[in-house]
């Protein structure tokens, strides 16, 4: 079956730094991929979609600014997380749909912890 | 608006059946999915129906009613290892996901 790979799976970082996550789809190319927040026992909540070689579109209440999101090839997608705070400290997963598929075909990635101290 | 509602949590025993539902109210729809999470990990793919039916797939059916906007998941023959949440979620007329907060499901020996 497709992999989706993220990269790390878990980072400790201070508050003000930065954070970069990438999401790598391994064996299909992923023409579009989504971004996922979950909080302890809590739902996964839709950060920001997107699309190779285009600007990621965010929910409302993302700031665009501050989660920055790269789609630059068809198998890679990086979040950064720019001066993440304590409260941004969360579960980030991201997934990616398959071109070629439908819209079954959506594949997620093993997550990321992030610890904001 | 767009909603999905399951239980919050559920408790079965190991070997029993249980059914779990999901309700949804979507601007379109192309389809749900179920997904199961266990804790600390990613959601993995579990069945996706868009056609009025049950599906069946080893110990897990799901179910669909395209007319009354629900959903179930059969698990059967309960396992340890099938303590997780279950997440519905359904796809609006954008294939964007909406979900359910997800039922944690507890089975007891």
């Known amino acids: 079956g497709a992999v989706v790979s993220q990269h790390p799976s878990w980072v400790i970082c201070k508050s003000g730094t930065s954070v970069k996550i990438e999401c790598r789809s391994l064996d299909f190319q992923a023409t579009t991929m989504f971004w996922y927040r979950q909080f302890p026992k809590q739902s996964l909540m839709l950060m920001a979609t997107s699309n190779e070689g285009s600007k990621a579109t965010y929910e409302q209440g993302v700031e665009k600014d501050k989660f920055l999101i790269n789609h630059a090839s068809l198998t890679l997608s990086t979040l950064t997380v720019t001066s993440a705070h304590p409260e941004d400290s969360s579960f980030y997963i991201c997934?990616?749909?398959?071109?070629?598929?439908?819209?079954?075909?959506?594949?997620f990635g093993p997550g990321t912890r992030l610890t904001v101290t | 608006g767009q909603n999905i509602d399951q239980p919050t949590e559920m408790t079965a025993t190991e070997g029993a059946i249980v059914q779990i539902n999901c309700t949804y109210q979507t601007s379109g729809f192309n389809g749900l999915f179920w997904y199961q999470q266990h804790a600390g990990e990613a959601p993995t793919f579990l069945s996706y129906?868009?056609l009025d039916g049950l599906e069946e797939k080893g110990r897990f059916s799901s179910f669909l009613s395209r007319s009354k906007g629900y959903s179930y998941l059969l698990l059967k023959e309960l396992q340890m290892k099938d303590s997780a949440s279950y997440l519905c979620a359904a796809t609006d007329s954008n294939y964007q996901l909406i979900w359910g907060a997800g039922t944690k499901l507890i089975i007891k020996p």
């Open positions: 997934s990616a749909r398959d071109g070629g598929g439908g819209p079954e075909e959506q594949y």
């Open positions: 129906n868009v």
